[in-house]
């Protein structure tokens, strides 16, 4: 859980993150909606918030980059549900931006922390 007081970080960081994500949580295997959006709330001890509003619109650009398939199956609930899962595509999209993740994660890091020369 975030730290008290401290409220969850929604669109702001999600915009550019949100594909990466949805990717690297369809890594494990088909997932519907609900459960995207659950686990990565999860992961990231519920300091990123995912809104049904985002995650559909990222879902239908990601299956129709290729990235992800969709089908249809039953949920934990018993109840009809599009489940999605990473294609080859989806795999390979995942470790390009894992990739440039951390490349920009290094970048930022550099100018928030400059190494004082001696």
Same mark, same amino acid.
């Given at each position: 859980?975030?730290?008290? *007081?401290t409220? =969850?970080?929604?669109?702001?960081?999600?915009q550019?993150?949100?594909?990466?994500l949805? &990717?690297?949580t &369809?890594?494990? $295997? =088909?997932?519907? *909606? #609900?459960?995207?959006?659950?686990?990565?709330? !999860? &992961?990231?001890? +519920?300091v990123l918030?995912v809104? #049904? *509003? @985002?995650?559909y619109?990222?879902? #239908? /650009?990601?299956?129709?980059r $290729? @990235?992800?398939r969709?089908f249809?199956?039953?949920?934990?609930?018993? !109840?009809?549900?599009?489940?999605?899962? &990473?294609? !080859?595509?989806? !795999?390979?999209q995942l @470790?390009q931006?894992? @990739?440039?993740? %951390? %490349?920009l994660?290094?970048?930022? +890091? /550099?100018?928030?922390? =400059?190494r /004082?020369e001696?």
């Amino acid at each position: 859980m975030p730290k008290r *007081g401290t409220p =969850p970080l929604q669109g702001e960081v999600l915009q550019g993150t949100l594909d990466l994500l949805i &990717l690297q949580t &369809l890594i494990s $295997g =088909p997932a519907h *909606g #609900h459960t995207v959006a659950y686990t990565i709330e !999860r &992961l990231s001890g +519920d300091v990123l918030q995912v809104e #049904h *509003g @985002s995650l559909y619109p990222a879902l #239908h /650009r990601l299956e129709a980059r $290729g @990235s992800v398939r969709s089908f249809w199956g039953v949920s934990d609930h018993n !109840r009809r549900a599009r489940f999605y899962r &990473l294609t !080859r595509t989806g !795999r390979k999209q995942l @470790s390009q931006q894992t @990739s440039r993740w %951390e %490349e920009l994660v290094r970048a930022i +890091d /550099r100018v928030l922390r =400059p190494r /004082r020369e001696v």
